[in-house]
């Protein structure tokens, strides 16, 4: 089964506004991942916050993580076109095999 | 490092045909990891291996699936006789640590 439901299914914004995507999950786990997957591409890694840590910065990037809410979210300030793509949480119910959501499908309109 | 690498990218076949897919994971990782992607059932993960050792096949759909890790540097997705509910895209990833680095993936199509 899946560990972690990503929310919403599918955002659609403008360019230069900010685009918030949550995650929730099932189990403890040892650290939770964010993917992004382009059309027809593979996942690649966009940033890793570990279960001690709150928030987590990368660039445009900030995640968030509430280990007693088992929630996550990830924000992705100032968007641009080129941020559109689907965005996966990943999750390891304490076994460091990612198990991923069904994500959520962001379209920034220029 | 090319990344990891899977073949082919795409493959159609017809029903009832064997389907060999194809890895290379980073030199280096010790997890290689099989997923297959749909609409309907998201990222599934199939079958994972550790240092070349299978470790848990019980995403394995049925026993038409079969992966093998012969070495460190190539591991195969078998899936015999295909069905066209087969069709998706398989994807294979590795790890060493947290971070897992896909392939680009093969898009299967049984017609």
């Known amino acids: 089964s899946q560990q972690g439901e990503e929310d919403p299914q599918a955002l659609s914004i403008q360019e230069g506004e900010n685009a918030t995507m949550n995650c929730s999950y099932k189990?403890?786990?040892?650290?939770l991942q964010w993917y992004r997957q382009n059309s027809g591409r593979g996942l690649v890694h966009l940033i890793l916050i570990r279960s001690n840590e709150r928030e987590k910065h990368s660039g445009r990037l900030r995640v968030t993580l509430d280990t007693s809410k088992k929630s996550s979210s990830l924000l992705i300030t100032a968007s641009r076109a080129a941020d559109t793509a689907s965005y996966f949480c990943a999750t390891d119910a304490g076994s460091y095999i990612p198990t991923f959501g069904r994500g959520t499908s962001l379209i920034v309109h220029p | 490092d090319a990344g990891v690498i899977q073949s082919p990218r795409h493959e159609v076949t017809e029903m009832g045909q064997e389907v060999t897919l194809r890895c290379k994971p980073i030199s280096g990782h010790d997890y290689l990891f099989w997923y297959r992607q749909t609409m309907m059932r998201g990222l599934e993960l199939l079958i994972y291996?550790?240092?070349?050792?299978?470790?848990?096949d019980s995403g394995m759909p049925e026993d038409r699936f079969s992966a093998k890790m012969p070495n460190a540097s190539f591991s195969t997705l078998k899936i015999q006789p295909s069905e066209p509910r087969d069709s998706a895209v398989y994807f294979c990833?590795?790890?060493?640590?947290?971070?897992?680095?896909f392939g680009q993936g093969t898009r299967l199509t049984v017609v």
């Open positions: 291996f550790n240092n070349n050792v299978p470790i848990d």
């Open positions: 189990t403890s786990i040892n650290n």
């Open positions: 990833a590795s790890t060493l640590r947290d971070e897992a680095f």
